[in-house]
């Protein structure tokens, strides 16, 4: 059985059915999506294709483009993943019967690519940076791979921490659909680097963000070191007048005051 894994809301897929009877002819082969059926091919019988309601969910079959291998839907709604299954059988005299199973979901993508900003563009050895990654409206929300330097983050050797946040998307009527934004604190060990976020859903919607360039201006730089101040009772000056503390002079000294300092005169 062919089957993607997801198609858009909207879109046209055809789902295939490969079989051998081994000979034997064909008598009908039926579609279902979960335990309904929507779709049978039946050669011997006019038409030989016939096509019926699901309950709850829009299926439009394409009878044109259908036949004993092939069923195509038409402008999917959107819908939870489902189950289809193709159930052939072989005319008689054995009538033997042989199914095949698939998943198959219809998502609603962005319509735009992610964006990303940051907290700073060039950042000291060592520093935290930090990083937003936005994308949406979409159902389901899409995977988040950030990238370094063209490469998977998870690939990498570093510190990092990684966080995502599910909004429902503002101002619209759709409550299913949802905004995302992904937070990333990442340490700047590289004298550059290429920072870039990448969103994915299934194999309909894949692109990348624009890039920012980080640029690093080095080493912490060390604080500049202050020289201890000088004890004011140990100085002495170049002319030979000693500076002492007043309980050390003697009667036979005499103090002259001259701009606030105190000159001892030896005798």
Not at 25 to 52: D, H, T
Request: aromatic share 8%; hydrophobic share 35%; charged share 20%.
């Amino acid at each position: 059985m062919s089957i993607p894994d997801a198609v858009a809301q909207g879109s046209t897929v055809t789902l295939r059915c490969d079989y051998d009877l081994e000979g034997q002819p064909l008598y009908s082969i039926k579609w279902f999506r979960g335990e309904s059926e929507f779709y049978q091919y039946v050669p011997k019988e006019i038409p030989a294709s016939k096509v019926f309601d699901v309950d709850g969910v829009k299926i439009k079959v394409d009878v044109s483009r259908s036949d004993a291998n092939r069923v195509t839907l038409q402008d999917l709604g959107r819908q939870p993943p489902a189950y289809y299954r193709c159930e052939v059988s072989a005319d008689a005299p054995t009538f033997h019967t042989g199914l095949q199973t698939g998943l198959l979901s219809v998502v609603v993508p962005p319509q735009r690519p992610p964006t990303i900003a940051v907290d700073k563009h060039r950042f000291t050895t060592g520093d935290h940076i930090r990083a937003n990654c936005s994308v949406g409206p979409s159902f389901p929300a899409p995977n988040i791979t950030w990238l370094v330097d063209d490469m998977p983050l998870s690939n990498l050797v570093g510190d990092f921490d990684e966080s995502v946040l599910h909004e429902h998307a503002a101002g619209l009527d759709d409550e299913r659909l949802q905004t995302l934004r992904a937070t990333l604190r990442i340490t700047g060990d590289r004298n550059k680097m290429v920072l870039g976020c990448q969103a994915s859903l299934y194999s309909v919607y894949r692109q990348r963000s624009a890039s920012v360039l980080l640029v690093s201006e080095g080493a912490p730089k060390p604080a500049p070191v202050r020289k201890a101040a000088t004890s004011g009772a140990s100085r002495t000056s170049g002319s030979g007048l000693s500076l002492f503390p007043l309980q050390f002079l003697t009667s036979r000294t005499s103090l002259v005051s001259f701009f606030g300092a105190v000159l001892v005169f030896r005798r």
